[in-house]
């Protein structure tokens, strides 16, 4: 690659050794990543991964992808690049587990107005942590200078993963009926939704400076609550798989509460939950009291401090609660199922 260079490309805006040296600094984080599967490493013109069917008869693969949103202009202000990926690999593999899969690969997508390799590297770094908690491998990625496209200071991250579960071990929703109970897992914050809502209520775009004030409520800046990482519950969700029949699975992500339960519950079924057993934490009731956001749109909007829920049957609800806590979960029941359909707040 050393006599890779074009004059010409970089005066249009992009520095090819720029991509060279980024890749250079990244490889340690990437290097983090690797599990049994991985062959070769990067520079390739795809990701290659052997997949192990041994305990897979029938072998299903599962594929989720998403990005970081605009809380990436949180990152911007604060200038903090290095746990944004972390928000990347949750929103995909959070999906993927969901189905019972457990997440294999990761590929990451980085546009950019200016390649920064050390903003890039930081950009990866977070990454390869989130495939870190994730137990996935981070087998290629992409990064594209794009000069006039975005500015020089700004980019977008988004990502792909692909996982796989047997067969016969899908979850199914057909086993659930009235009385089964609703786990919580805690959220730790808003994670990667709503933040469109967020930066109009803080009106981040002419007070970026309210970014750095300390909240006593919070134990941080409001920057550092908001740039909290999304949680990753693969490995937690698995291992109450592995013990227990799960009979759904939601993350709650953009739409909150009454978007996402009702993916997971079987038809007739309604999840009824109390508002007072919501442990909501206190950057929920900044947000809503600053912004005077109807408590309606906060469960519609925002993770309320839930960023996964799992339906386990009534009697395996202390087993699943044992387990989640030995993974250092700190899950509570959150509700139970009704008849009816959809979500009811009470």
Do not use: W
């Not at 600094?25 to 997949?51: D, N, S, W, Y």
């Not at 949180?74 to 690049?81: S, T, Y």
Request: aromatic residues 6%; hydrophobic residues 40%; negative net charge.
């Amino acid at each position: 690659m050393e006599k890779s260079f074009s004059e010409s490309y970089k005066a249009a805006g992009v520095d090819i050794t720029a991509g060279y040296r980024a890749v250079e600094l990244m490889k340690q984080h990437v290097a983090r990543t690797t599990i049994p599967g991985c062959i070769g490493g990067l520079g390739g013109f795809g990701g290659l991964f052997e997949l192990d069917c041994t305990d897979m008869p029938h072998p299903v693969l599962i594929s989720g992808t998403d990005g970081v949103g605009t809380k990436l202009k949180i990152a911007f202000l604060m200038g903090k690049h290095d746990t944004v990926g972390i928000d990347c690999v949750a929103m995909c593999v959070n999906d993927v587990v969901c189905a019972g899969a457990k997440p294999l690969v990761f590929l990451d997508y980085i546009a950019c107005g200016k390649n920064v390799p050390e903003r890039i590297a930081d950009l990866v770094k977070g990454v390869a942590e989130g495939c870190v908690q994730a137990g996935c491998a981070l087998v290629g990625g992409e990064t594209a200078e794009m000069p006039g496209f975005y500015p020089e200071d700004e980019y977008d991250l988004a990502g792909f993963t692909v996982g796989a579960v047997d067969k016969s071990k899908i979850l199914s929703n057909e086993s659930m009926k009235p009385g089964d109970v609703i786990i919580a897992l805690p959220s730790s914050g808003v994670h990667s939704n709503g933040f469109s809502l967020v930066r109009r209520v803080f009106d981040l775009e002419n007070h970026p400076e309210v970014l750095k004030e300390y909240h006593e409520e919070l134990g941080c800046t409001l920057g550092e609550a908001l740039l909290a990482p999304t949680r990753i519950y693969v490995k937690q969700a698995l291992a109450v798989m592995e013990k227990v029949q799960v009979k759904g699975v939601s993350h709650i992500t953009g739409g909150g509460f009454y978007e996402n339960i009702p993916r997971s519950l079987k038809k007739g079924c309604c999840a009824r939950i109390k508002k007072s057993d919501v442990r909501t934490p206190a950057l929920f009731d900044l947000l809503q009291k600053t912004g005077n956001i109807p408590e309606r749109d906060m469960f519609n909007t925002f993770n309320m401090g839930v960023g996964m829920i799992l339906t386990v049957a009534a009697e395996d609800a202390q087993t699943a609660l044992d387990i989640l806590k030995a993974q250092g979960e700190d899950a509570y029941i959150l509700g139970e199922i009704a008849e009816g359909e959809g979500v009811e707040l009470c």
